[in-house]
Nanobody, 115 residues
């Protein structure tokens, strides 16, 4: 089991940047896939980006070239760097960890992008 705590959300103007760190309660060395998802108001949760234990990354088309996911196994953290933010990026962002067939979720952090 692992607990995840996101931070770094807030209000930013369009074109700005935010970095969302996610801290895990235990070592993430053995966690194969860590990721970020988001949920826009009234919509289903959707994939933003994932990173494997071998540092292979995958991004949703709508964030390619703007967002970067990274993981630091020594610090038990995964982070999402978000650049050139758009109003349509406004959402609650969730950190996830996939381990032994189970997906764990954080409680989310709200990102609001003003136009």
């Amino acid at each position: 089991q692992v607990q995840l705590v996101e931070s770094g959300g807030g209000l930013v103007q369009a074109g700005g940047s935010l970095r969302l760190p996610c801290a895990a309660s235990r070592s993430i060395f053995s966690i194969n896939i860590m990721g970020w998802y988001r949920q826009l108001q009234g919509k289903q949760r959707e994939l933003v980006a994932t990173i494997t234990s071998r540092y292979s990354t995958n991004y949703a088309d709508f964030v390619k070239g703007r967002f970067t996911i990274s993981r630091d196994n020594a610090k038990n953290t995964v982070a999402l760097q978000m650049n050139n933010l758009k109003p349509e990026d406004t959402a609650v962002y969730y950190c996830s960890a996939g381990s032994r067939g189970t997906t764990y979720w954080g409680k989310g952090t709200l990102v609001t992008v003003s136009s």
